[in-house]
């Protein structure tokens, strides 16, 4: 028996969280964002393939464009803590900002997440998740793929 961990919550899970409970997540995540320039907490729940779900927020910085996204620091994380390919394979990114939302992706997140496969993003419309999919986030996006033949 798997014991919880940060990164993987319910290890033992049989059945993959909803959108609901990874925006739920997200919104879990954004608590712990550190803005104080911006005062825009942002979350990021990523489902990986293994079926971790690992959660990011952002970081802000006083030399302003060092600031780190919410999906950048959970891809980060996500890494650190991979032990296989599944841990670093994105199924499902769920991102919340809890001053506004529908919050998506900006442009240098949506290239991190594509790195990683990243299949869809979650987001919150109207009070309700709304996924869509990864190619309508990034058409044709440049990924690793795309340095080979
Ligand atoms: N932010 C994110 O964390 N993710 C996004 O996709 C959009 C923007 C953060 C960066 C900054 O800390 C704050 O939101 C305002 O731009």
């Known amino acids: 028996m798997d014991t919880p961990t940060a990164s ?4 033992n899970r049989a ?3 909803t959108d609901e409970e990874l925006l739920d997540l997200a919104r879990e995540a954004a608590a712990h ?3 104080p320039y911006s005062s825009f907490p ?4 990523l489902l990986l393939a293994s079926g971790r779900v690992v959660q990011g927020c952002n970081v802000e910085n006083a030399s302003y464009g060092l600031t780190i996204c919410a999906e950048r620091t959970g891809a980060t994380r996500m890494v650190a803590e991979a ?3 599944a841990d670093r394979r994105i199924v499902a990114a769920a991102v919340i900002g809890l001053e506004a939302s529908p919050c998506f992706p900006c442009g240098a997140c949506r290239q991190v997440l594509h790195e990683f496969g ?3 993003v979650v987001v919150e419309e109207v009070g309700a998740p709304r996924s869509y999919p990864f ?3 990034l058409p044709h996006g440049f990924g690793p793929a ?3 033949n």
Do not use: K
């Open 8 to 11: 993987n919550p319910a290890p």
């Open 146 to 148: 795309d340095l080979t």
């Open 135 to 137: 190619e309508q986030i």
């Open 42 to 45: 942002v979350g990021a729940a």
């Open 33 to 35: 964002a550190y803005v």
């Open 15 to 17: 059945t993959p969280p």
């Open 83 to 85: 032990d296989d390919d």
């Open 118 to 120: 990243c299949e869809r």
